[in-house]
């Protein structure tokens, strides 16, 4: 493995309070940088203070969008370890994204460990406080100066980070979301799987749309019939209906979120029956109708398990659960931040140590 060069910063900055944080507002003390030449690989890593780039004006992100990116969070458990959630599923993840966005794949277990120094260097940026921890945003974008539409054949993968609190400012209380039916996010082919800025760019017409109307966020259908539920503008979505957990299955234009997986990995441990597959929108709303429909949630790495209080479709508005957190959000939510925490014993082996 070639060796991570580290530059400590000489001004470390002032932490912010732990419940001020928000999501995305601050920036630790560092930052983890390489560099990709497509006759050298990946070279150069390093550790190095937090500051900007310096960027050709020509770069092909800045015109063409190539970029991907991940997110995953560190805790800090009560014995004060602090720990990475299942992180070589995200880097497993960005290298799907390298492959669809034409980037350059990164060795994996290579950078798993680069993050977990960096962690391990700005560590004391681990927030203490309910429902905080300290966001990781890997991410690669090509380089190069040329306005040919071609990949890159400079890139550099970066990683920074943030201590967070709850991405919703509702927390775990239950989010209002606007259903859409005029735009689309992705379509099959497309790169809907993929974590790359341009999915969340075409998100924000929709999003400033919803928000106008006091909802936190949209809830996507298909790009094709505009019919069958996808997922919400940061998360993955399911429902609970008639006792059966149902999520959309992955065909192309959803993104395989981690927590998803774990979620899923976690309820049919459990015993509950969870079920990937197609499911309409009017298949909701019949069972909003006929009273089957139990729950609905989110589910990310930034949301974590965020329950939906209320879908607006059209000019109905169907209210879940009265509006309140269900067993099975509530059971999730528990059990993946105990166990993220350290909280609850770590049965599946998801959580790793940073040193
Ligand atoms: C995450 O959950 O890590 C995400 O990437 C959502 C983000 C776009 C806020």
Not at 56 to 83: D, N, R, W
Not at 95 to 107: F, G, T, W, Y
Request: hydrophobic share 40%; aromatic share 10%; charged share 25%.
């Amino acid at each position: 493995m070639q060796e991570i060069k580290v530059t400590l910063t000489t001004q470390k900055k002032e932490k912010p309070a732990a419940d001020k944080l928000g999501f995305g507002n601050y920036f630790t003390d560092h930052m983890f940088v390489m560099d990709y030449y497509a006759d050298k690989g990946w070279v150069d890593p390093r550790i190095v203070p937090l500051a900007n780039l310096s960027l050709s004006p020509a770069a092909v992100v800045l015109h063409y969008g190539q970029e991907i990116f991940e997110g995953m969070k560190a805790y800090h458990t009560p014995a004060g370890k602090a720990v990475l959630f299942r992180p070589e599923k995200n880097m497993e993840r960005l290298n799907l994204s390298a492959d669809r966005l034409c980037l350059p794949k990164v060795d994996e277990a290579f950078c798993v460990e680069a993050i977990k120094k960096l962690v391990a260097i700005d560590e004391d940026w681990i927030p203490e406080g309910e429902n905080t921890s300290l966001y990781i945003r890997p991410f690669m974008i090509g380089v190069d100066a040329h306005l040919g539409v071609h990949p890159a054949k400079h890139c550099m993968f970066i990683v920074i980070m943030s201590p967070v609190g709850s991405y919703y400012k509702e927390g775990l209380d239950p989010v209002k979301i606007f259903v859409e039916q005029e735009y689309v996010r992705a379509v099959r082919g497309g790169y809907g799987f993929t974590k790359t800025g341009g999915n969340y760019s075409a998100s924000l017409k929709s999003q400033e749309k919803a928000e106008g109307m006091g909802y936190s966020q949209v809830l996507w259908l298909d790009g094709v019939e505009r019919k069958y539920i996808e997922e919400v503008g940061t998360m993955n979505v399911m429902f609970k209906i008639n006792g059966e957990v149902l999520t959309p299955s992955l065909q192309g234009s959803i993104l395989g979120g981690i927590t998803r997986m774990s979620c899923l990995e976690l309820l049919r441990a459990k015993g509950y029956k969870a079920t990937e597959r197609r499911i309409s929108l009017q298949e909701i709303v019949d069972a909003a109708h006929n009273g089957t429909l139990e729950e609905a949630f989110g589910t990310g790495t930034a949301a974590v398990i965020s329950p939906i209080g209320e879908l607006i479709v059209g000019d109905e508005h169907i209210v879940i659960n009265n509006g309140k957190i269900g067993e099975t959000a509530q059971m999730l939510y528990d059990t993946i931040t105990g166990i993220q925490n350290g909280l609850i014993p770590d049965e599946f082996g998801w959580v790793q140590e940073v040193k």
